[in-house]
């Protein structure tokens, strides 16, 4: 409704919000708002960086002029956002699966695995994503939920993590 008023999807944010002086295209692709994406990206928003492959398609993109180091971003975006086919093209091209992006400190796997993005956790899979990697960037959530509320994990989700550690030895043993 507001692109079809006019709204310039150009705009840029503040320079302290969620998305420091960002567009639209980029607020989206960062909050995984994969429907709104693609709405943006069909009214002619400009897709500028390599973190944006959540829209989905980077034929035009010379992966060449990206260092195996800045790719990362681009690879957890498209698994956020189930952009399969830009997944082969990223690790075809040599984009390690398993890396942390440094940026954002989000590994693919895990951030597909988060929001339940299946295919993208198949397909990351299938290229040799690590399940058994810990994510650095989110460590294990205690019994009772997180501080956001989440849910505590079922013994079945906890069946790959390594067993706690047991504390220190008590007193006179």
Known sequence: MLIDAGADIEAVSAPDGGVP??????????????????????????IRSLEQAAAGDITGWPLGRFTLQSRPPGLVFAADHQRLEVIDRLIEAGTPVNETDAEWGRMPLHTAAGIG?????????????????RDPG??????????EGRQPRTPRDRSHAPAPHPGPPAPGS
């Open 117 to 133: 993005r299946a295919a993208s956790v198949r397909r990351l899979l299938a290229h040799g994503a690590d399940p058994n990697l």
């Open 21 to 46: 002086s960002g567009t639209a295209l980029q607020h989206a692709a960062v909050f995984s708002m994969t429907d709104v994406v693609d709405v943006l990206v069909a009214a002619g928003a400009k």
């Open 138 to 147: 989110h460590p294990p959530q205690p019994a009772g939920g997180g501080p």
